[in-house]
């Protein structure tokens, strides 16, 4: 009997747990990870911040594997991002779709962030599913500024090359359309010592390929 007594205890302590507000989820220090997962997406500063104090795992993550930080970063919520690096959230944390929230605030352009998880333990060898590092994308993107910072940080693998065979000089151009924005990407990468001669798979080059789309005025930054 006691034993039934306690079972029915037990469950009846899970079921509350499980049904309490997320109020009262934080107050009692029992926070469930989809309703801390809830308030990172809901942006409720004050909510995580409550819960991270009282104890809530800041690398709690999702279905997804990704953490809450990579949440965050995914939904452009900056504010939100400070505060979790504040409480020590990896950005190098990897999701099951291989993202980070580094890789991910590079690809999308999100120079505030990159520049707060470079100071803050960003790693330059974990790469995207494509083997490819934060750079590549903002590369192809046209993400001026995130390339800048990137390329002019000392130690990053300007010259990585991915799976697909390709430089972020080969993917502005190849994927590109040359327009000013690509332009001055070409020259920011030259300008921090990228080698604008490493060829794609086919063996062709940087200079080829802008001189096969008619880049003049990238073709002109690539002539020596």
């Known amino acids: 009997m006691k034993s039934i007594i306690l079972l029915?205890?037990?469950?009846l302590s899970i079921i509350s747990c499980r049904s309490a507000p997320i109020t009262e989820q934080i107050n009692t220090g029992i926070m469930t990870n989809k309703a801390l997962i809830r308030l990172v997406e809901q942006n409720d500063l004050q909510g995580v911040e409550a819960a991270l104090k009282n104890g809530a795992n800041v690398n709690t993550t999702?279905?997804?594997?990704?953490?809450?930080?990579?949440?965050?970063?995914n939904g452009r919520q900056t504010e939100m991002a400070k505060l979790l690096v504040k409480y020590k959230a990896d950005?190098?944390?990897q999701a099951d779709n291989l993202d980070s929230p580094f890789l991910y605030a590079g690809a999308s352009g999100q120079t505030e962030l990159v520049k707060l998880f470079l100071e803050n333990g960003a790693r330059f060898d974990i790469f995207n599913r494509y083997n490819?590092?934060?750079?590549i994308p903002a590369c192809?993107?046209?993400h001026i500024e995130t390339v800048r910072l990137l390329a002019?940080?000392?130690?990053?693998?300007?010259n990585h090359v991915n799976r697909l065979g390709w430089t972020g000089l080969m993917e502005a151009i190849v994927l590109g359309d040359g327009s000013k924005k690509y332009q001055e990407i070409v020259q920011i990468l030259k300008d921090a010592g990228a080698k604008m001669d490493i060829p794609d798979r086919d063996g062709v080059t940087p200079l080829q390929h802008a001189q096969q789309r008619g880049f003049k005025e990238i073709v002109a930054i690539l002539k020596p």
């Not at 490819?132 to 750079?135: D, K, R, T």
């Not at 002019?152 to 300007?158: A, I, L």
Request: net charge positive; glycine share 12%.
């Open 132 to 135: 490819g590092s934060a750079l």
């Open 152 to 158: 002019n940080t000392k130690g990053f693998p300007v």
């Open 8 to 11: 029915m205890a037990l469950s």
């Open 62 to 73: 999702d279905n997804g594997r990704r953490n809450l930080l990579l949440i965050a970063v």
């Open 91 to 93: 950005v190098n944390q």
């Open 140 to 142: 192809e993107r046209g």
